[in-house]
């Protein structure tokens, strides 16, 4: 596209529209990125023009662009933090170019400073499908002498001056994604996470909203970075009373160096606004991930009904206990069982063994023969557990090769859960594990891999250098390498369960663990957490025992069913403990699971607040969802709140029918309630959207699961 003395760029999606202002020696300049425009609604002037000159300002203004720099004119904060042995500490774009791979939705733009050498090529693509704007950018050092980058955005995003509120995630091990929200006020909002991976506790994503913003309305923008290391991201607010939103990966002082013709590649960024509120991104950021995942056979199959053995057994580990265990899965109607920890050479506790992937035969004489035999022969699949980037000191591998590990010169090396992390990066370690993996999974039967990662990085350094950016590139290279020689196995991601749960590690996995907090009340929050940004038929959640282990809480069957339903379903128990009554019931859920997975997992999906403690989440399309209800706390008031089911259109009318195996409220409620348990009841949508659906009186941490059939 040949740039004249200005030109406007729009980008459209379904329902977004993004709109920057180009010139031929400049960044492009944001004008807009929300609510769709037509084609006709150009601005009406170019900024540079429409702006008034403020007192006390340089003599001309200058604008929010996509790449702001440091330096030289612009007082906000830059997306480039770069310098030549402390010169060339500011930048300013001299030339721009825009190249279009596919016209209207996805551009590349390129950047070149001629003065601080160095160019920025942003590759901006907006789905038409998805209203996902995705942006990744290169930075390329064009000089003669080193460039040392301390920061490089992934995306620097407009916000209008309606954005009122930020909603991010905070959280620890066992509690996971736990909201909280900021008002955008004059000064910076930022998050930082210099953990080395993920992070429970501070998730690489957020979603803006206004005032008037809700669930099922409102213009919200979300954004999240697809990266498995550090990062950060920033809210700074402009001189029009809008804001600038920016992410990043987190660079470590002198982490990137790039030389004479090097580049650094950002991490990509994903970011969507939508006018249906909360639900509208959801919606937006669940189908692009659903383009991102990549299955065995190009398409997902149905997600199967999964067993894991960590908290029926922990490490209490022996052949003939684990055959009986699947023997119980299987009759429960089990269709994946999953070995977790405690299966190799030394690991009868967490103090041993990391690193040393050969299986036990102290447990299991045979190797795993025997036991993937007997699963398989029920007519399940085997998977196993596997946590390849870390060693314990106390293993083979690490008195054998103590350099292996992550550390720094003269420093101790410091433990997380008795381990240390290996250093990717050190083409031994690499191929040792890429050969230990291949080993396993060339001589079993295993179709599914659970890929663990229980700490955080600390003194990541190549002795001397960082070395965190690495690991997380090296760690993509061996998921992708396993990958590319077993394309039929799936991989779980889990880091001490939601520590790894982001967009980039999702191009490389099918599944996360969403957290080892199996309570089911704790669940509800951070299950709503995970769904603001990822799809049901990626979050693994699962039916514990009662007491909760992590908790100490008890919660019914049902309660616990109802409410591992609302992900990818599996047990996380012993059922060779189950009573005849609980192995009846949970059979009856996993086949109720089994006959909704297809409407559970592919549509859309709405979460909702009735108030009085009840909460709700649908599943599903118009015409056809599953509506789960969660008493979460006893109730305050004389008579339930109706659920107001503001997403629909009103259009149809429903049979409504309950689907809960276990009993959840007392037919006495009243006539209606009968009906309803006799599967008669029918519903007016347009009456539920605008006034809601009754509700009987339920005790709380109980839960109702209805179809509504047109
Ligand atoms: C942490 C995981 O989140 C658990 O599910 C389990 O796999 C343990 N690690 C095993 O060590």
Redesign the pocket.
């Known amino acids: 596209m040949a740039i004249h003395e200005y030109d406007f760029l729009h980008l459209q999606g379904s329902a977004t529209s993004l709109i920057l202002e180009m010139r031929a020696n400049a960044p492009p300049i944001w004008r807009h990125w929300g609510q769709k425009l037509t084609a006709k609604a150009m601005p009406l002037a170019n900024l540079l023009d429409q702006l008034p000159v403020p007192t006390f300002a340089l003599d001309h203004n200058i604008a929010p662009t996509l790449f702001p720099t440091f330096g030289h004119g612009w007082y906000g904060a830059p997306a480039l933090l770069a310098h030549r042995s402390g010169t060339q500490f500011a930048q300013d774009f001299t030339r721009c170019e825009a190249h279009w791979v596919t016209t209207d939705h996805h551009v590349i733009i390129k950047l070149v400073d001629d003065v601080a050498q160095m160019c920025v090529e942003i590759d901006v693509s907006l789905s038409p499908q998805t209203d996902v704007l995705t942006l990744q950018t290169r930075l390329t050092n064009l000089g003669e002498t080193a460039l040392d980058v301390q920061y490089c955005a992934s995306a620097c995003l407009p916000l209008p001056t309606n954005a009122c509120k930020v909603r991010a995630y905070s959280g620890r091990h066992n509690h996971e994604f736990q909201l909280f929200e900021d008002k955008l006020s004059p000064a910076t909002w930022s998050r930082e996470n210099r953990r080395g991976l993920t992070s429970h506790d501070c998730p690489p994503c957020a979603v803006v909203v206004s005032d008037s913003t809700d669930m099922h309305q409102g213009p919200a923008f979300g954004l999240q970075l697809a990266w498995s290391g550090n990062h950060s991201q920033r809210i700074d607010a402009l001189d029009d009373g809008g804001f600038q939103w920016q992410i990043a990966q987190w660079l470590a002082p002198g982490e990137v160096i790039l030389l004479p013709g090097e580049s650094l590649m950002a991490p990509i960024a994903m970011a969507t606004f939508s006018n249906a509120g909360l639900n509208g991104v959801a919606h937006n950021f669940h189908a692009q991930a659903r383009k991102h995942v990549t299955w065995p056979t190009g398409k997902m199959s149905p997600r199967p009904v999964h067993f894991?053995t960590?908290?029926g057994v922990?490490?209490d580990l022996n052949e003939q206990a684990l055959m009986d265990m699947a023997s119980g899965a299987a009759s429960l109607g089990v269709e994946r069982f999953v070995l977790?920890?405690?299966w190799f050479m030394g690991r009868r506790h967490?103090r041993a063994g990391l690193g040393d992937w050969w299986v036990d035969r102290s447990v299991f004489p045979d190797g795993l023969h025997p036991l993937c035999a007997h699963v398989t022969g029920l007519g399940m699949a085997f998977g196993l557990?596997v946590?390849p980037e870390m060693v314990n000191p106390d293993s083979e591998v690490f008195r054998a090769h103590p350099d292996w590990v992550l550390q720094l010169n003269d420093r101790p090396q410091l433990t997380a859960?008795n381990q240390l992390v290996l250093d990717l990066s050190n083409p031994e370690v690499f191929d040792y594990l890429q050969a230990r993996l291949v080993a396993l999974l060339e001589e079993y039967p295993i179709t599914y891999l659970?890929w663990?990662h229980?700490r955080d990085l600390t003194s990541a350094g190549h002795t001397e250098t960082p070395a965190y950016r690495n690991q997380i590139l090296n760690a993509y290279r061996l998921f992708n390498a396993v990958r590319q020689q077993f394309p039929n196995v799936e991989i779980e991601a889990?880091?001490?369960?939601g520590?790894r749960i982001d967009a980039g590690i999702l191009m490389h996995t099918h599944r996360f663990?969403t957290?080892?907090c199996i309570d089911a009340v704790s669940r509800l929050s951070i299950q709503r957490g995970f769904l603001q940004f990822f799809p049901p038929e990626l979050m693994g959640s699962h039916i514990g025992t009662s007491p909760a282990h992590v908790t100490g809480r008890s919660q019914s069957l049902g309660f616990r069913a109802a409410v591992a339903m609302g992900g990818h379903l599996g047990l996380?128990l012993d059922p060779r403990c189950l009573s005849d009554g609980d192995r009846q019931e949970t059979r009856a859920w996993v086949g109720l699971y089994k006959s909704l997975r297809d409407t559970l997992h592919s549509g859309q999906i709405w979460l909702g607040v009735a108030g009085d403690g009840i909460i709700w989440q649908a599943h599903g399309h118009e015409a056809d969802f599953v509506l789960m209800i969660y008493r979460v706390s006893p109730t305050a008031q004389r008579l339930p709140p109706q659920v107001q089911l503001s997403f629909l259109s009103g259009a149809t009318d429903y049979r409504v029918k309950i689907l809960s195996p276990s009993a959840c409220f007392d037919a006495s409620n009243g006539e209606f309630f009968s009906k309803l348990a006799r599967g008669e009841a029918v519903a007016s949508g347009q009456w539920v959207k605008e006034i809601g659906f009754p509700l009987p009186f339920m005790k709380a941490e109980t839960a109702l699961i209805l179809r509504f059939s047109a």
């Open positions: 894991n960590w908290e922990y490490f977790d920890d405690g967490d557990w946590e859960r659970k663990d229980n889990c880091a001490g369960g520590g663990w957290s080892d996380e």
